[in-house]
């Protein structure tokens, strides 16, 4: 029997793989990669000395194929701008090929040191076809977002959760990309991490010095005053004030009625698929407009208060540390489904994962993944899951009782 399940193991991990290589490499070809192409065009800018956070389509700028306001859909920290040089350096094209390889490896390599860290039944052949049927992932890539290339340092800073240098630098380097990380520090000192959680504030710490040293004061004050509180309340939009006028974009209003964006030289579809995409339950109970400040921190009180609980009941099961990051996705006022990537670790499931004492955490996943699979289409299904995610990983157990 072994070498028939070793077979079958082979095929499903062979399976998987080519499953998301032909997604990446198609995307990759057709798909404009929306939130790369804003990456592609911030490094552009900072390269030339321009600003970043403005949009430069009206006088031949850098440009993202999409941007109609008078900003540029880049809301990252300027030095983010700065680590995309290399690539904006590159026909875009190229740099997207690049960028797609990049995220589809970090995806195999955040799945491996999961599965190596956790006591599981799940061959990783399996794990695979998971990811490559999980809609966030095909999200993810459709988009160009950095979730991908986050994933394995998140992955890897549970793993090095015994070494806390390497464990907060990483964690550290991935707020750059995603500031709701930062939501992991009190859940850190609640499970008794103090030196994980004191690497990650120097490590920050040291990041904002080498962005001030880097970028200079006025981009990193624009970004803590001006885009940020700009992204928390209207995300890449804003008001009809303040779109860009018809001649300011009449150079590039055929491709927009049409749909495509040329940059480089090629032409892309400026999406591929007519998804739903928000993960914010602020926002989608919001309706039409922006989340109220206080529904964000009364759900992040309130989920924070269940993984708290169980972080220090549990300083050793990877749930919280998870949770906490699905948390940070649900209840951030502007979050998107490809951050649900990091839900992938849950469905790792545990020898004794159906036991009587397991059956609400079972529960809990199986609403996760159905809440997922229909999250493109069903108006509230990307929240739905990630507030599920959230409850499996509060009932995680002790690795010790597994």
């Known amino acids: 029997m072994r070498p028939a399940r070793q077979s079958a193991g082979t095929l499903a991990a062979l399976a998987g793989a080519a499953a998301l290589a032909l997604m990446g ?17 911030a490094g552009r800018a900072r390269a030339r000395g321009l600003d970043p956070y403005v949009n430069h389509v009206a006088s031949g700028g850098p440009w993202d194929g999409v941007a109609v306001y008078r ?46 860290d956790a006591v599981t039944a799940l061959p990783a052949g399996a794990l695979l076809l998971i990811a490559a049927a999980w809609p966030p992932v095909f999200a993810a890539l459709e988009r160009g977002q950095i979730d991908l290339l986050l994933f394995p340092l998140l992955a890897a800073a549970w793993r090095w959760r015994g070494r806390p240098l390497l464990a ?31 690497a990650m504030a120097t490590a920050l710490v040291t990041l904002g010095l080498v962005s001030l040293a880097v970028c200079g004061l006025a ?21 009809a004030s303040w779109l860009l006028d018809e001649q300011a974009l009449a150079s590039v209003s055929d491709q927009l009625e ?73 209840v951030a006022p502007v979050s998107w489904a490809m951050s649900l990537v990091w839900a992938l670790p849950l469905f790792l499931a545990g020898r004794d994962t159906f036991t009587r004492e397991q059956r609400p955490r079972l529960f809990a996943l199986a609403a996760t993944f159905v809440a997922g699979m229909l999250g493109p289409w069903v108006p509230g299904a990307w929240p739905a899951a990630g507030v599920a995610g959230v409850a499996a990983t509060a009932l995680w157990p002790d690795p010790g009782r597994r």
């Not at 630098?169 to 994980?196: D, E, F, S």
Request: some cysteine.
């Open 258 to 330: 049409a749909g495509t964006a040329r940059l480089d030289g090629a032409v892309f579809a400026q999406e591929v698929g007519d998804f739903r995409r928000n993960a914010s339950l602020p926002r989608a109970l919001a309706g039409d407009g922006p989340p109220a400040l206080g529904l964000t921190w009364g759900l992040a009180l309130l989920g924070g208060t269940a993984l708290a609980w169980a972080a220090h009941r549990r300083r050793d099961s990877a749930g919280w540390y998870w949770g906490g990051l699905l948390l940070g996705v649900t």
């Open 25 to 41: 490499g198609w995307l990759a070809t057709v798909s404009l990669q929306q939130d790369f192409a804003a990456y592609h065009a």
């Open 71 to 116: 900003h540029s859909r880049f809301l990252y920290p300027p030095l983010v701008a700065d680590l995309f040089r290399p690539l904006a350096a590159l026909p875009f094209p190229w740099a997207k090929a690049v960028f797609t390889a990049a995220s589809l490896l970090g995806l195999v390599a955040a799945l491996a040191l999961v599965r190596a």
């Open 168 to 198: 907060g630098a990483a964690l550290a380097v991935c707020t750059l990309g995603k500031p709701l990380v930062l939501g992991l520090l009190p859940l850190l000192i609640v499970a008794r991490r103090a030196r994980w959680a004191a």
């Open 219 to 239: 981009s990193n004050r624009e970004y803590l005053t001006q885009v940020l509180p700009r992204a928390a309340r209207w995300g890449e939009g804003g008001p």
